[in-house]
């Protein structure tokens, strides 16, 4: 089904050095399944062999009790995917798990690989055979292709060609190594297990398995975790910082610490700027379920408007639905989100979304409102007009559909038909995350990319002068 959003990237998670290494490898990415819905795998070994359980669709559907118990060993990595480079078939399901003359090798990754294109154009004309259309393949055959004899330095190799966003993860016959791309644009942590340790692209994985939250993988850094513990190398030149920002916005789980901050904390807050940024008069302050939820509890505690749950998100719409004929199609966004019409009827509401993508599904939410009897409805978005695409690891939509890049915030209200809209402003979304404004990526918002290709360039020329091919009934 169709939501208008931003799609969330991917989950990465490791155990080495516990007997229920593929067990807990799976309770974790159950945690992060809200990273990636597409695929999902396990790879885990026992110092020797590895063994692999990878499928289409959810954790749920993918892996059983026998399943997981035949994931036998100490270590163990796994991946939720949702596809931002190549399509969504099982070939391109992670871990990539391959033999190669050291032994076994595993990889999961989480981010995109700028100059995946060229480097596999070059691989080829080398001899090399890839299986899948992952940019993420690149790194394996760099390794295998790479002249150094311990894994450790073959990674160093491999990744020192690449550019881009990654954590990763990297499973060798005993070891595992956990990296971080020298911008830090996804986050990966550490947590302890008793004497193992595990890896997570989000704490709250941490929270299932019971793991105690250690640290995060810095920018650049290289952590190795075999027999005789965990070592860290720092083998890239050092780079600005460049968080992804829109983790805090809407991909990450609000229960989880990213880049040294609470998400729920700098979502809150985000909302609490946009009520100082954008006041009006209302009844009530509602969230879009569930990506506007703290937001709303942010502009209602800053703006002392009651906060009220006037829509209702119905969970168990899943990706098997059947979508309905031409004919009674017109209930659309209803399957998933309803107006509670006690909440909604003769009051003045603020609808908070964390963002707005096409427009078409926050057009459908203001009808909705105004359909259930809200007198006003006023558009609040917990972030700022989305006008770029994401290069890092994010699917976004063709610029020219994303809908802030064509039209002014007045003639997307128009488009919308609400009371009022704003947008919280780059400056406040960087309030929230005071002292350490400069970390961040905003490049969906202002279109400076931290770090380019030429071939990036090129293309971001040609959407320079791509022609509007928008056309809404704006009027
Ligand atoms: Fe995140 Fe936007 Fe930067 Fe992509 S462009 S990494 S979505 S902030």
């Known amino acids: ?128 055979i890839f299986r899948s259309t992952m940019d993420s ?38 070891e595992i190594i956990a990296v971080r791309d020298p911008h830090g644009f996804r986050p990966l942590s550490i947590g302890r297990l008793g004497s193992g340790y595990a890896f997570a692209s989000e704490t709250c994985a941490f929270d299932l398995i019971e793991a105690k939250f250690s640290r995060e993988v810095a920018p650049g850094e290289v952590v190795v975790v075999n027999e005789e513990g965990m070592f860290s190398h720092f083998p890239f030149p050092p780079e600005l910082k460049r968080h992804c920002i829109f983790e805090y916005i809407y991909f990450a789980r609000p229960d989880s610490r990213i ?7 700098v979502r809150k807050e985000f909302g609490r700027r946009l009520a100082q940024e954008a006041p009006v008069e209302a009844d009530c302050v509602v969230p879009v379920p569930d990506s ?68 078409t599904t926050s057009r459908k939410l203001v009808k909705m409102a105004r359909d259930a009897g809200a007198r006003e409805v006023h558009m609040r978005i917990s972030s700022p007009p989305t006008i770029h695409s994401c290069f890092y690891g994010i699917d976004t939509p063709a610029r020219s559909d994303l809908i802030a890049s064509t039209y002014k915030v007045e003639e997307i209200r128009r488009f ?3 009371d009022s809209l704003a947008y919280l402003s780059i400056e406040g979304m960087l309030f929230a995350v005071k002292g350490r ?15 380019t290709t030429p071939a990036m360039e090129a293309q971001l020329m040609l959407l320079d002068d791509e022609p509007v091919a928008v056309k809404r009934d704006i009027d």
């Open 1 to 128: 089904m169709l939501t208008d959003k931003f799609k969330e990237e991917c989950a990465v998670m490791a155990v080495y050095g516990h007997q229920e290494a593929a067990n807990l490898t799976y309770l974790g990415l159950y945690a992060m399944q809200h990273r990636g819905q597409e695929s999902s795998g396990i790879v885990s070994s026992d110092g020797t062999r590895h063994a692999a359980e990878i499928g289409m669709g959810l954790v749920s559907e993918i892996f059983d009790e026998q399943k997981i118990t035949a994931l036998t060993g100490h270590a163990a990595i796994g991946h939720n995917r949702y596809s931002t480079q190549g399509e969504s078939e099982l070939r391109n399901a992670q871990p990539l798990s391959i033999m190669y003359h050291n032994g076994p090798l595993a990889l999961a990754h989480n981010g995109n690989l700028i100059n995946a294109k060229a480097l596999r154009e070059q691989l080829e004309k080398e001899g090399s």
């Open 137 to 174: 393949e690149v790194i394996i055959h760099l390794i295998a292709k790479s002249r150094k004899t311990r894994l450790l330095d073959q990674v160093v190799d491999a990744l020192s060609q690449v550019k881009g966003a990654y954590s990763i993860a990297i499973m060798g016959a005993n």
């Open 259 to 265: 880049f040294g901050a609470s998400v729920h904390m």
């Open 292 to 359: 506007g939820i703290v937001a709303a509890l942010g502009y209602s505690e800053q703006s002392g408007i009651p906060f009220d749950k006037g829509i209702i998100r119905n969970h168990y719409v899943g990706r098997t639905f059947i979508e309905p004929t031409q004919s009674i199609r017109h209930f659309g966004v209803k399957i998933k989100l309803n107006p509670v019409r006690e909440v909604m009827e003769g009051r003045r509401v603020i609808l908070v979304d964390d963002s707005i993508v096409r427009g």
């Open 416 to 418: 919308l038909n609400a």
């Open 437 to 451: 404004e400069n970390d961040f990526c905003k490049a969906c918002f202002d279109g400076d990319y931290p770090v």
